[in-house]
């Protein structure tokens, strides 16, 4: 069974995060979801009732926010943070 797009680059920054030490907190609720900082650790929260989409760009403006310059990311996720930062700045 092939992955779609979507399901590996949510995958692949899930691999980011643990390459990191950033944790990925998978939450329920009526909120949006980021990055935040809880004693010195960095969270990105998500909201599994959104659409995968929008999960993926929390992830993403997560990420553009810590440095990923000095880690090896996947080709497609590079592309796609790349994608993302142009469209933010």
């Known amino acids: ?12 920054f ?5 390459k990191m030490d950033v ?14 900082s809880v004693n010195d650790k960095k969270h990105i929260v998500i909201n599994t009732v959104k659409p995968i989409d929008q999960q993926i760009n929390i992830l993403a403006e997560g990420f553009l926010k810590l440095n990923v310059d000095g880690v090896f990311l996947a080709p497609v ?9 142009k469209r933010l700045f």
């Open 1 to 12: 069974m092939v992955k779609s797009k979507s399901k590996k680059i949510l995958e692949l």
């Open 14 to 18: 899930f691999d980011l995060a643990e």
């Open 23 to 36: 944790r990925i907190v998978n939450a329920k609720g009526d909120f949006q979801g980021g990055l935040c």
């Open 77 to 85: 996720l590079r592309e796609y943070l790349d994608n993302k930062e």
